[in-house]
């Protein structure tokens, strides 16, 4: 383990903002579902589909934000800002475009949208009402994730939590008038729920922004070094942080094939897995924002080429997040039977999701560890394109084929199938354990 106090503080200073950010962001997103849930289990479960797609678009945002990490970490190793700004343009261009391409085609194809993961006309209608407003909100995320994120990179983690809980207050207090009719207004339903994420995420950006063009000193960001066209930095950004955005948009794709199938397996199925989503969502809040931390000091000390250290810090990860799952897959099967118990559906949903909270809390382990490895180390020390290798071939042919086959040829009972879905959680930590133990993973990829 690794005695220097400074490694410690340094994982912490990006992990605890980081993971504060991602349990108010997952707050917002609970907080949706057990609105929209008290409507009852038909709207739940066309919400759920509707996200489904939004969460596709999410991989894709993480993975451009996440894409900028090894490049803007190992920068920030060597303190070169110039190239750190260059990277912020060609991140928040790429995102801009990407996002703004992606949302009018939602807008325009809403129901195509929804009977991509359902053939109920029931929810497809319901989901797409809320597809058609949703997608106003995913432009100003994109550009809000990536500066927030592209800052924490370069240890700037105030502006995360700041917007973040403003975030989750203005996410409520819409979701509670639109939803529901308050103040004199008319009750809208889901539509309200996403019109309250939309607003709450117009919040989001004009913070970021502000505070990345007119408050940072250090970075001395402009709006006009975004129209600046760096070919070098551009390439840059092709080789290393496509693959990272390649990886997590595949992965979202992943998400959603499995989606398609859950929500071909009924109501029931696709409330309790819902259910159980959001809570094992919230059970990953700190592993990622250690990962995040973790991002950071491994990027810093391979820009640094300190690579002693960054074989000593990659152990001390493994061995930290190797507990840390333990703990907390401990801690969920000890509570797994009351997050059930917030929403108002049947019960039949309530003991299914109960059962996919058991599977998820045992195979949590695998995933803490892993997420370190891969999200942490790997991303950080210049080996996207392995990370991304690896969850190619195990969501593509392994998750899927497996899911298909228990649910739909023999159609085994529903918690086997929902394991199926996790089947990847299981052995992907014996591929990051044996990656780590040479000397391949280390990139430098500075100039």
């Known amino acids: ?172 207090a819409f979701n509670y008038i639109l939803i529901f009719g308050k103040l004199g207004l008319p009750a809208m339903g889901i539509r309200g729920a996403a019109l309250a994420t939309v607003l709450a995420r117009m919040v989001e950006f004009s913070i970021a922004a502000w505070y990345l ?80 931390g973790a991002c950071v000091v491994i990027g810093k000390s391979v820009g640094a080429k300190e690579y002693d250290k960054t074989r000593s810090y990659s152990n001390t990860i493994q061995v930290m997040f190797a507990i840390i799952g333990v703990c907390v897959a401990a801690l969920l099967l000890s509570i797994r039977t009351f997050p059930p118990m917030l929403y108002n559906v049947s019960q039949e949903t309530r003991d299914l999701a109960t059962t996919f909270l058991t599977i998820g809390a045992i195979t949590h382990i695998g995933t803490c560890y892993h997420a370190a490895c891969f999200v942490g180390i790997n991303r950080g020390a210049g080996d996207g394109k392995f990370v991304m290798k690896v969850d190619m071939i195990c969501g593509w042919l392994v998750v899927l084929p497996l899911t298909f086959f228990t649910g739909f040829i023999l159609k085994l009972p529903l918690p086997v199938v929902y394991l199926c879905t996790r089947i990847d959680q299981c052995f992907k930590w014996i591929i990051a354990f044996f990656r780590l133990r040479g000397d391949k993973w280390i990139r430098n990829v500075t100039r």
Request: proline letters at 2%.
């Open 1 to 172: 383990m690794v005695k220097d106090k400074s490694f410690y503080r340094s994982l912490l200073i990006v992990a605890i903002p980081a993971a504060f950010q991602s349990l108010i962001s997952l707050s917002v997103n609970m907080l949706d579902n057990v609105m929209v849930g008290s409507l009852g289990d038909v709207s739940l479960a066309a919400v759920s589909l509707a996200n489904q797609a939004t969460a596709l678009l999410t991989f894709f945002i993480n993975g451009i934000a996440g894409g900028s990490a090894v490049l803007v970490s190992q920068y920030w190793g060597k303190k070169d800002f110039a190239h750190i700004r260059e990277i912020f343009a060609v991140i928040l261009r790429f995102a801009f475009i990407s996002i703004t391409l992606i949302s009018l085609v939602m807008f325009c194809f809403p129901r195509a949208v929804m009977r991509v993961f359902t053939p109920d006309p029931e929810m497809i209608a319901a989901g797409a009402q809320y597809v058609r407003i949703i997608c106003f909100s995913y432009i100003f995320y994109a550009l809000a994730n990536s500066i927030v994120t592209m800052l924490r990179w370069i240890e700037i983690v105030k502006v995360g939590m700041i917007v973040s809980t403003i975030s989750l207050f203005t996410n409520l």
């Open 213 to 292: 063009f007119r408050k940072e000193k250090r970075l001395q960001m402009r709006i006009k070094d975004l129209l600046v066209h760096n070919k070098e930095m551009f390439r840059d950004f092709v080789a290393n942080s496509v693959p990272i955005i390649i990886g997590d948009l595949q992965w979202g794709l992943v998400g959603t094939v499995k989606a398609m199938m859950i929500g071909r397996l009924g109501v029931t199925m696709t409330s309790a897995n819902a259910i159980a989503d959001v809570v094992l969502s919230l059970a990953m809040i700190f592993t990622n924002g250690l990962s995040n």
